[in-house]
């Protein structure tokens, strides 16, 4: 098993454009989640998806979109990037959705927007 | 609301003493602790958990964390550190309150393990 794998690995954007970061997991979890990086704020939710079919808005989800394509993926789209945006972004999921699930990450994702 | 605050950004230990990371946590309902290790240029991966029961929680690799409901706090503590726990360690809460695992994480500690 894979587990959690991320797609690029780095990326460099330049302000105004956009791009899509691919997630896929091969556990058959249910739930998935885009969490970013930044130094001295730990992790921050951006965008979840409890089941197939379901995404909601986490901490901080302005200027990006996600969709959930079928119960391994889960893909967060930038539509037009930001020099805010640079940051490290990670993808997770977990079984269910709830409070006691270990949720299982990615490698990550290095976006620097120019 | 929750919320977490680790103690110290970065901690510096020597290899063989004790390693001692703080976190503190603040919810209005009964919650679930977790902490999470990073090692450079990774992800995520789980250290241990407390949910319900022993308060006491044994994790991987030698680590272990107690939940002190009385002051707030899910502090990680290992005997004997080792070169290879050089890493950013994340506490996190959830509850069950909280829209499923919408885990809220603290700010990291960086922790340094000298030879």
């Known amino acids: 098993n894979a587990g959690v794998t991320q797609t690029p690995k780095f990326q460099v954007l330049k302000t105004g454009q956009s791009m899509t970061l691919q997630c896929a997991q091969d556990m058959n979890h249910n739930s998935m989640y885009w969490y970013r990086q930044d130094p001295g704020m730990g992790l921050r939710l951006i965008y979840y998806s409890a089941s197939e079919g379901t995404t909601d808005k986490g901490e901080v989800p302005n200027g990006y979109n996600v969709s959930r394509l079928n119960k391994r993926e889960f893909s967060l789209r930038l539509e037009s990037a930001a020099p805010s945006q640079t940051s490290v972004y990670f993808c997770?999921?977990?079984?269910?959705?709830?409070?006691?699930?270990?949720?299982?990450f990615g490698p990550g994702t290095r976006l620097t927007v120019l | 609301a929750q919320s977490v605050t680790q103690l110290g950004s970065h901690v510096s230990v020597s290899e063989g003493a004790l390693v001692l990371l703080r976190c503190n946590y603040s919810?209005?309902?009964?919650?679930?602790l977790f902490w999470y290790v990073q090692y450079p240029n990774q992800g995520l991966q789980l250290l241990l958990k407390y949910t319900t029961g022993a308060t006491l929680v044994k994790g991987i690799n030698g680590f272990e964390a107690e939940f002190k409901k009385s002051e707030t706090s899910f502090h990680l503590t290992k005997p004997s550190a080792h070169m290879s726990d050089a890493a950013e360690y994340f506490c996190?809460?959830?509850?069950?309150?909280?829209?499923?695992?919408?885990?809220?994480f603290g700010e990291g500690t960086q922790l340094t393990v000298n030879p």
């Open positions: 996190a809460v959830s509850s069950k309150e909280t829209s499923g695992s919408r885990l809220t």
């Open positions: 919810s209005s309902v009964p919650p679930y």
């Open positions: 997770a999921s977990s079984s269910r959705d709830r409070g006691w699930d270990e949720q299982f």
